[in-house]
């Protein structure tokens, strides 16, 4: 099996957001700094306002209302860096065959990604698990790194069902595919 599609900034930022909303050390991470934020502000605020003297019922609302801010601005500001930061590593001269064209070969004990500079072979025991949004497939090769594949890339819902069967095929846990 062959597939041709091209990948596109969007794809890359899809990948990112992706994983920033399922991965669970990121979710953690994100719930531990909203508390911690939250709770600086609100008893930094109330010491500071004790320590001069203006502790009162409206300063004790303004820095509850300044930490509810904080604890839910927080995974919105968290997406909008994750998207900046993406489109920053794609504007890189290093990383512009990130985007572009691409194959990916399916054969029988392995698959290869090939685009421009790039040419790359993974066995199928490689493929970690598998994740999937509203336009794509990832292939997790690794902790961090999945190959893109869109699902523009298949003529059909038969040709897409094939595909998963054949890259899930070595991974034994199915929480692990998608």
């Known amino acids: 099996m062959e597939l041709h599609y091209d990948i596109q900034k969007q ?3 899809d990948f990112n957001l992706n994983y920033f909303n399922n991965n669970a050390v990121v979710q953690r991470s994100m719930l531990v700094t909203r508390i911690a934020t939250a709770a600086i502000v609100v008893l930094g605020g109330t010491a500071l306002m004790y320590w001069v003297k203006g502790l ?9 209302a300044l930490a509810a801010l904080c604890f839910f601005g927080t995974p919105w500001y968290m997406r909008r860096k994750v998207v900046k930061n993406t489109e920053r590593i794609l504007r890189n001269a290093n990383n512009k065959q990130l985007c572009g064209p691409k ?11 090939t685009g421009e500079n790039e040419d790359t072979v993974y066995q199928y025991e490689a493929v970690q698990r598998t994740a999937t949004d509203a336009g794509h497939y990832y292939i997790f090769v690794d902790e961090f790194s999945a190959v893109i594949v869109p699902f523009s890339a298949f003529a059909d819902e038969a040709h897409k069902r094939e ?16």
């Not at 595909?163 to 998608?178: G, P, S």
């Open 11 to 13: 794809d890359y930022i």
């Open 56 to 64: 009162g019922v409206v300063s004790v609302i303004v820095y509850l």
């Open 103 to 113: 194959t990916l070969t399916l054969r029988e004990d392995e698959f290869e990604l």
């Open 163 to 178: 595909f998963y069967q054949r890259i899930t095929a070595k991974i034994e846990d199915e929480a692990l595919k998608c």
